[in-house]
């Protein structure tokens, strides 16, 4: 079974930093790249940062531009996101998501597989 597992969100103050993990399995890792979206109380949900992780290119949204990075580590079919100097707008549930080949994207329909999100609350 295909499965993308999230996990290490939690409650932190303005300016803390989190780390996230994506645990993937059931499928050919290398040939995915994997996709961090979150969803806040009441609005759409939004791409964050997305790796390939084929090639290691990225593309960050320009609302965590300089705070939040990707990082994998492809023996243990892994993704990190790392979050720093988190803000109140940035609390929402996060998720991961994979989606096959390296081309980079925020269209959520062109991901194939979700895992079921992590909470993220930034408090003032």
């Known amino acids: 079974d295909v499965q993308l597992q999230a996990s290490g969100g939690g409650s932190v103050q303005t300016g803390g930093s989190l780390r996230l993990s994506c645990v993937a399995s059931?499928?050919?890792?290398?040939?995915?790249?994997i996709g961090w979206f979150r969803q806040a109380p009441g609005k759409e949900r939004e791409g964050v940062i997305c790796?390939?992780?084929?090639?290691?290119?990225?593309f960050v949204s320009d609302s965590v531009k300089g705070r939040f990075t990707i990082s994998n580590d492809i023996a243990k079919k892994t993704v990190y996101l790392q979050m720093n100097n988190l803000k109140p707008e940035d609390t929402a549930v996060y998720y991961c998501?994979?989606?096959?080949?390296?081309?980079?994207?925020?269209?959520?329909?062109?991901?194939?597989?979700w895992g079921q999100g992590t909470l993220v609350i930034v408090s003032s």
């Open positions: 059931g499928f050919t890792f290398d040939d995915y790249a």
């Open positions: 790796l390939s992780s084929s090639d290691g290119s990225t």
């Open positions: 998501a994979a989606t096959p080949g390296s081309w980079l994207t925020f269209e959520d329909t062109e991901y194939d597989y």
